[in-house]
């Protein structure tokens, strides 16, 4: 297997940190605007349904531009790609502050988007190959954002909107991408491409990316219409890249164990784990009757809990190994699951942050070993390919798990009490937890990086 030369570990620090800046930017910013719908309505003069699209329109244009980002990788290099996304990003977001109507915001997002959607597999992309042996010692610190950023995102998000008003949810945002681009173009590397020249799958690309943005709204937003098409088009898509030599999504990728393991996981993790997350603050609005300020406060123990795990996982992973690692992981936040499954019995708020704290740890050694397996497997020509397809596989099962959750509490709010079920929901996410256990089991013993 081809792997990178080893690089200096102050030279790995820095482009971790602007590759964590970066992510920091994207998954802020998908979270930041969920505090500030009503006043954006309020302001616009729009329905809070028309304006509820600023949300969506950023997460489909961001899952259509994720399929491209291998290719893109390939062609043009990872440094170029991903300096092209973060400029984007700021456009739009700057572009989104002096929105004057709905439709304009909405557009504006879009932008913002594929910007966003890029800068996650390129930014993975970019680190695993300058890594190559280093990856498992550092992939917890480049993996943070994740587990922080969602928290933030509500807190910096509902201080802005109090203080400032709605469009400082995107002005306050648009130094740090200046500076984020500003800091990668010194810092980043500039390895030519790779030398890839094949054709871009057009075909490909007019399935997969309306399929899967279509399929993750349907899902999102309960349209069967729009899920049903998506699913149709990502089969197509999945019959055309058999016949193709060179598809947008290898799906080839898939002989390796390595990747097929890690994929079947984060799939699973996506659809269950990290899916579930999407109850807890809803729980603390609707039934604890907490501000989204307060919400994000409550759920601080979780951040907590996956940041001390993070950052700690490069030696964890070295001492323990993938396999065990995960399951550990996968124990921990089963375990800090069980008491939301008790919630019409009233648990106490102790009781209730503890459970946070042990679930976070968990989801933090969940983190490391997928990644590691994941891009370790792999030569490091196809890294690209490879964090491109993990980012759909990641996704698509977010958003199915996100869907069947929130149709569980829909039907059981009707017949039993928000506390009730909320409790029957997270009985549902601890057994879809539990499957994750099975693909753990098939990690490999030691990190292959």
């Given at each position: 297997?081809?792997?990178?030369?080893?690089?200096?570990?102050?030279?790995?620090?820095?482009?971790?940190?602007?590759?964590?800046?970066?992510?920091?930017?994207?998954?802020?910013?998908?979270?930041?605007?969920?505090?500030?719908?009503?006043?954006?309505?309020?302001?616009?003069?729009?329905?809070?349904?028309?304006?509820?699209?600023?949300?969506?329109?950023?997460?489909?244009?961001?899952?259509?531009?994720?399929?491209?980002?291998?290719?893109?990788?390939?062609?043009?290099?990872?440094?170029?790609?991903?300096?092209?996304?973060?400029?984007?990003?700021?456009?739009?977001?700057?572009?989104?502050?002096?929105?004057?109507?709905?439709?304009?915001?909405?557009?504006?997002?879009?932008?913002?988007?594929?910007?966003?959607?890029?800068?996650?597999?390129?930014?993975?992309?970019v680190f695993a190959q300058a890594a190559g042996p280093a990856l498992g010692r550092m992939i917890g610190?480049?993996?943070?954002?994740?587990?922080?950023?969602?928290?933030?995102?509500?807190?910096?998000?509902?201080?802005?909107?109090?203080?400032?008003?709605?469009?400082?949810?995107?002005?306050?945002?648009?130094?740090?991408?200046?500076?984020?681009?500003?800091?990668?173009?010194?810092?980043?590397?500039?390895?030519?491409?790779?030398?890839?020249?094949?054709?871009?799958?057009?075909?490909?690309?007019?399935?997969?990316?309306?399929?899967?943005?279509?399929?993750?709204?349907?899902?999102?937003?309960?349209?069967?219409?729009?899920?049903?098409?998506?699913?149709?088009?990502?089969?197509?898509?999945?019959?055309?890249?058999?016949?193709?030599?060179?598809?947008?999504?290898?799906?080839?990728?898939?002989?390796?164990?390595?990747?097929?393991?890690?994929?079947?996981?984060?799939?699973?993790?996506?659809?269950?784990?990290?899916?579930?997350?999407?109850?807890?603050?809803?729980?603390?609005?609707?039934?604890?009757?907490?501000?989204?300020?307060?919400?994000?406060?409550?759920?601080?123990?979780?951040?907590?809990?996956?940041?001390?795990?993070?950052?700690?996982?490069?030696?964890?992973?070295?001492?323990?190994?993938?396999?065990?690692?995960?399951?550990?992981?996968?124990?921990?936040?089963?375990?800090?699951?069980?008491?939301?499954?008790?919630?019409?019995?009233?648990?106490?708020?102790?009781?209730?942050?503890?459970?946070?704290?042990?679930?976070?740890?968990?989801?933090?050694?969940?983190?490391?070993?997928?990644?590691?397996?994941?891009?370790?497997?792999?030569?490091?020509?196809?890294?690209?390919?490879?964090?491109?397809?993990?980012?759909?596989?990641?996704?698509?099962?977010?958003?199915?798990?996100?869907?069947?959750?929130?149709?569980?509490?829909?039907?059981?709010?009707?017949?039993?009490?928000?506390?009730?079920?909320?409790?029957?929901?997270?009985?549902?996410?601890?057994?879809?937890?539990?499957?994750?256990?099975?693909?753990?089991?098939?990690?490999?013993?030691?990190?292959?990086?």
């Amino acid at each position: 297997m081809t792997t990178a030369v080893a690089r200096p570990d102050a030279a790995l620090w820095k482009l971790g940190g602007v590759l964590i800046m970066g992510a920091v930017l994207s998954i802020l910013d998908a979270t930041i605007v969920t505090v500030g719908i009503d006043s954006i309505a309020r302001d616009l003069g729009s329905p809070v349904t028309t304006v509820q699209w600023v949300a969506s329109a950023y997460l489909l244009a961001a899952s259509a531009a994720i399929p491209l980002s291998g290719w893109l990788t390939d062609r043009f290099g990872g440094r170029a790609v991903w300096l092209t996304a973060v400029a984007i990003f700021t456009a739009g977001t700057l572009l989104c502050g002096f929105a004057w109507s709905a439709p304009a915001l909405i557009a504006f997002r879009v932008l913002h988007g594929l910007g966003g959607g890029l800068m996650q597999p390129v930014g993975q992309a970019v680190f695993a190959q300058a890594a190559g042996p280093a990856l498992g010692r550092m992939i917890g610190v480049i993996t943070l954002p994740a587990t922080v950023a969602p928290v933030l995102g509500p807190l910096l998000g509902g201080a802005l909107v109090a203080d400032f008003g709605w469009r400082w949810m995107f002005f306050g945002v648009v130094p740090l991408g200046l500076a984020t681009f500003v800091v990668a173009r010194r810092l980043l590397p500039a390895p030519a491409p790779s030398g890839a020249r094949s054709p871009l799958d057009v075909r490909g690309i007019l399935l997969l990316s309306p399929g899967l943005a279509a399929f993750v709204y349907g899902l999102a937003e309960g349209v069967a219409v729009a899920g049903v098409a998506g699913a149709v088009l990502v089969l197509a898509y999945g019959v055309h890249a058999c016949r193709t030599p060179s598809p947008v999504l290898d799906l080839k990728l898939f002989r390796d164990r390595g990747f097929s393991v890690a994929s079947v996981s984060t799939f699973l993790l996506g659809a269950s784990l990290y899916s579930s997350m999407v109850l807890l603050p809803l729980y603390y609005e609707q039934v604890e009757h907490a501000s989204p300020w307060e919400a994000g406060l409550l759920l601080a123990p979780q951040a907590l809990g996956s940041a001390a795990v993070l950052l700690a996982g490069g030696r964890l992973l070295a001492r323990f190994g993938p396999r065990r690692m995960m399951l550990a992981g996968i124990g921990l936040s089963l375990l800090g699951t069980v008491v939301f499954t008790q919630l019409a019995s009233a648990p106490g708020g102790v009781l209730l942050t503890a459970s946070l704290l042990i679930r976070g740890a968990g989801l933090g050694a969940a983190t490391a070993p997928g990644m590691t397996t994941l891009y370790g497997s792999l030569e490091r020509s196809r890294i690209p390919r490879a964090a491109s397809a993990f980012n759909v596989i990641n996704r698509v099962g977010g958003s199915l798990g996100t869907a069947l959750l929130a149709a569980i509490l829909h039907s059981a709010l009707t017949s039993s009490s928000p506390a009730t079920a909320f409790g029957t929901a997270f009985t549902w996410a601890l057994g879809l937890s539990a499957l994750t256990l099975v693909p753990a089991a098939f990690f490999p013993r030691r990190s292959t990086r």
